[in-house]
């Protein structure tokens, strides 16, 4: 099975605030990546990780 590229877990290191965005049980990092995507170009650390589910 192939994973789109919004589903991928996300990490991104910043000069801020570190940020951990969690998705829901049966979501993938792309239900949070909106989030993730703001608070990296504000320059926080984002880390999105994909978990079972």
Known sequence: ???TESA???A???DRTGV???HGF???PA???PWG???AALGHTVR???LPG
């Open 1 to 3: 099975m192939t994973m």
């Open 8 to 10: 991928r877990p996300m």
């Open 12 to 14: 991104v290191d910043g």
């Open 20 to 22: 951990l965005l969690i």
């Open 26 to 28: 049966t979501g993938s």
């Open 31 to 33: 239900s949070v990546r």
């Open 37 to 39: 995507e703001h608070f």
């Open 48 to 50: 999105i990780p994909r």
